[in-house]
Each structure stands twice: as structure tokens, then as C-alpha cells.
């Protein structure tokens, strides 16, 4: 199959156009710069020079000539908008197929690091986060788009964890640089759904297989509270747990790292197991802990 990936030089996009890749699919990459097309050569991804803004119809021609188009970026919420309505007007009526990758944070709660009974299924209804209005339009448009004669899903996973990742756990570590503890905000019960990107390429592979049009598939393979993380954090440096404030949270991760670390956002991956047969392989995002990448974040002061 031919397949181009918008997004193939990110850490989901570049892994799942590497998958394809080693699985024989002909994959082209949308590349920004002449380093990027670089980078896509070396692992036998055509480049395609274009990008979501100024260059956005030599995308939509890219995207055109492919049998399959995987959106993997993380552009500007606007222009992810703008994008996303341009690719579902153009393939409207071909019967290519466009995966789009989501997040688990447009059902995210603020909890301010308290525990969240919510865990939601591909079926359930949510009030959408306010910062992830738009990724939720983009979702709806895409969705919307598979009565338009386009085979088009959505792909929402939780955390997304793996070689190279910036999640939780990395964060985690980063605060021990910055307070000399293993921080967590509140009570630290807030909980984040969590899954490991092979498995996310994975489950895109099946979408890609099977899906059917309209699908909306949740991937998550696990589950653990901040506080947890602090204390292996903490185990495997030595060093002591602290709690902080959200307001002490911003200066440690940012605003909107702050946000993240404070929320809790659970999901059930029910449609993409009964529909594909989806089982996750990677289970305990703590078999992470303890990995010379992460102590060296730990061990840069700020």
C-alpha cells in the first residue's frame, strides 16, 4: 500500500513510518526541511517538502497520490483545524483511507492531583478539555467525513510512553533537577491512562487493515497515579517525594506542563479490542524507571 504520513518525522509519526515501512507498504513522510528529508531517506521514507501552512496544497496533492494518509502531527490546534478540513474536502468520495491521530486529552479532568473515578470508552460522552477544543473539531470533521465516501477513523490514545518519550515519568525526573525531590501535585492520585508507542503503531496497523469507516479506537494498555511514579522515581535516585501546589507545579514543568501533571484522564480501550482484536504487548510504563536517559534529566540543575 502506498501511505503517506503527515507527522513522520515526530516520535508517533516516525515510528509508525518505520513500522509500515518494515512491514513492505511504499511510505512517504511529509518533510519541512532538507534535514528532515534527510532524516526520512535514511529509514527508506520518501520525503515529500511541504508542510500544514504555506506549502499545504503540496500536501494535499501528496496525500492525494497515496492510497492511505496518517495524520501524526501536532501542529497549532487552528491549523490542525484548517488542515484537517482540507484533507477530508480533498479525499471526499476517492474511498482512500485517513487515520487521525488523537489524544486522551480532550476527555482530560482537572483534578488538581486528586483521583478520578471517570474511565471512558470509545462509546462514552465527555465534557471536552477548553485547550483541546479544536483537536476535538478536528476529530468530529474526520469522523464526519467517512459518510462523504472516505474511510476515515480517529485513533485516541492515552499517554504515549516508549524509547525517546517526554511523558510523565521523564517529567518526573525533571523535577528532581529542579526541587531535589520526585515531584507530584496534590494528593497525586490523578491518574493518566497510558500505552507504549509500539503499541500505538500497532493498533494503527490494524486500523489501517480493518477498520471500518467512522471507527474511533482508544488505545491504553495500563494505568498508574503520579505519586506512584514519584516514589520509584525517588527509589531510584535516592532522593526524597515532595508534593507541590499547582502554582509550584507551573514553575517546575511550565503552565502547561503543570496542567498535565495535575489532571487525570482515563480511558477503556473496548471498540479497538472487539473490533480489531487490539491487545497491548507493553503493560507497566515503570520498566522505564531507572534509564541512564532519565537520570541524566535528574541530574541537570536548573
Same mark, same amino acid.
Given at each position: 500500500?502506498?501511505?503517506?504520513?503527515?507527522?513522520a518525522t515526530?516520535?508517533?509519526?516516525?515510528?509508525?513510518?518505520?513500522?509500515?515501512?518494515?512491514?513492505?507498504? *511504499?511510505?512517504?513522510?511529509?518533510?519541512r526541511?532538507?534535514?528532515?528529508?534527510?532524516?526520512?531517506?535514511?529509514?527508506?521514507?520518501t520525503?515529500?517538502a511541504?508542510? *500544514?501552512?504555506?506549502?499545504?496544497?503540496a500536501?494535499?496533492e501528496?496525500?492525494?497520490?497515496?492510497?492511505a494518509?496518517? %495524520?501524526?502531527?501536532?501542529?497549532?490546534?487552528?491549523?490542525?483545524?484548517?488542515?484537517?478540513?482540507?484533507?477530508?474536502?480533498?479525499?471526499?468520495?476517492?474511498?482512500?483511507?485517513?487515520?487521525?491521530?488523537?489524544?486522551?486529552?480532550?476527555?482530560?479532568?482537572?483534578t488538581?492531583?486528586?483521583?478520578?473515578?471517570d474511565? *471512558?470508552?470509545?462509546?462514552?460522552?465527555?465534557?471536552?478539555?477548553?485547550?483541546?477544543?479544536?483537536?476535538?473539531?478536528?476529530?468530529?470533521?474526520? *469522523?464526519?467525513?467517512?459518510?462523504?465516501?472516505?474511510?476515515?477513523?480517529?485513533?485516541?490514545?492515552?499517554?504515549?510512553?516508549?524509547?525517546?518519550?517526554h511523558?510523565?515519568?521523564?517529567?518526573t525526573?525533571?523535577?528532581?533537577?529542579?526541587?531535589?525531590a520526585a515531584? %507530584?501535585?496534590?494528593?497525586?492520585?490523578?491518574t493518566y491512562?497510558?500505552?507504549?508507542?509500539?503499541?500505538v503503531?500497532?493498533?494503527?496497523?490494524?486500523?489501517?487493515?480493518?477498520?471500518?469507516?467512522?471507527?474511533?479506537?482508544?488505545a491504553?494498555?495500563?494505568?498508574?497515579?503520579?505519586?506512584?511514579?514519584a516514589e520509584?522515581?525517588?527509589?531510584?535516585?535516592?532522593?526524597?517525594?515532595?508534593?507541590?501546589t499547582?502554582?509550584?507545579?507551573?514553575?517546575?514543568?511550565?503552565?502547561?506542563?503543570?496542567l498535565?501533571?495535575?489532571?487525570?484522564s482515563?480511558?477503556?480501550?473496548?471498540?479497538a479490542?472487539?473490533?480489531?482484536?487490539?491487545?497491548?504487548?507493553?503493560?507497566?510504563?515503570?520498566?522505564?524507571i531507572?534509564?541512564?536517559r532519565?537520570?541524566?534529566?535528574?541530574?541537570?540543575?536548573?
Open positions: 500500500m502506498n501511505v503517506f504520513v503527515i507527522g515526530g516520535f508517533v509519526g516516525g515510528a509508525l513510518a518505520r513500522r509500515l515501512t518494515a512491514r513492505g507498504h *511504499l511510505v512517504s513522510g511529509l518533510a526541511t532538507d534535514a528532515a528529508a534527510v532524516t526520512l531517506a535514511a529509514d527508506g521514507i520525503p515529500v511541504a508542510d *500544514l501552512d504555506s506549502r499545504r496544497s500536501t494535499i501528496a496525500a492525494l497520490r497515496a492510497d494518509v496518517l %495524520y501524526a502531527a501536532q501542529p497549532d490546534p487552528l491549523l490542525e483545524e484548517e488542515t484537517v478540513e482540507s484533507l477530508t474536502r480533498a479525499l471526499a468520495g476517492t474511498g482512500k483511507t485517513l487515520i487521525f491521530l488523537s489524544g486522551s486529552g480532550v476527555l482530560l479532568q482537572r488538581a492531583g486528586a483521583w478520578s473515578q474511565s *471512558l470508552s470509545e462509546y462514552d460522552s465527555f465534557a471536552v478539555e477548553p485547550l483541546a477544543v479544536s483537536r476535538k473539531a478536528a476529530e468530529d470533521t474526520v *469522523l464526519a467525513a467517512a459518510s462523504d465516501g472516505l474511510r476515515a477513523m480517529v485513533v485516541r490514545p492515552g499517554l504515549i510512553w516508549g524509547p525517546g518519550d511523558g510523565h515519568v521523564p517529567m525526573y525533571q523535577s528532581v533537577a529542579a526541587t531535589g515531584c %507530584y501535585v496534590g494528593p497525586g492520585l490523578n491512562s497510558h500505552v507504549h508507542i509500539d503499541d503503531t500497532h493498533l494503527f496497523t490494524l486500523a489501517l487493515e480493518a477498520g471500518r469507516p467512522g471507527g474511533l479506537y482508544h491504553v494498555a495500563g494505568e498508574v497515579p503520579n505519586r506512584w511514579i520509584r522515581v525517588a527509589d531510584d535516585l535516592g532522593c526524597g517525594t515532595r508534593s507541590v499547582p502554582q509550584e507545579a507551573a514553575l517546575v514543568w511550565g503552565e502547561f506542563g503543570a498535565i501533571m495535575a489532571a487525570s482515563r480511558l477503556r480501550a473496548v471498540r479490542q472487539q473490533e480489531l482484536g487490539w491487545r497491548p504487548e507493553h503493560t507497566d510504563m515503570l520498566t522505564t531507572g534509564a541512564a532519565l537520570r541524566r534529566l535528574a541530574a541537570v540543575r536548573t
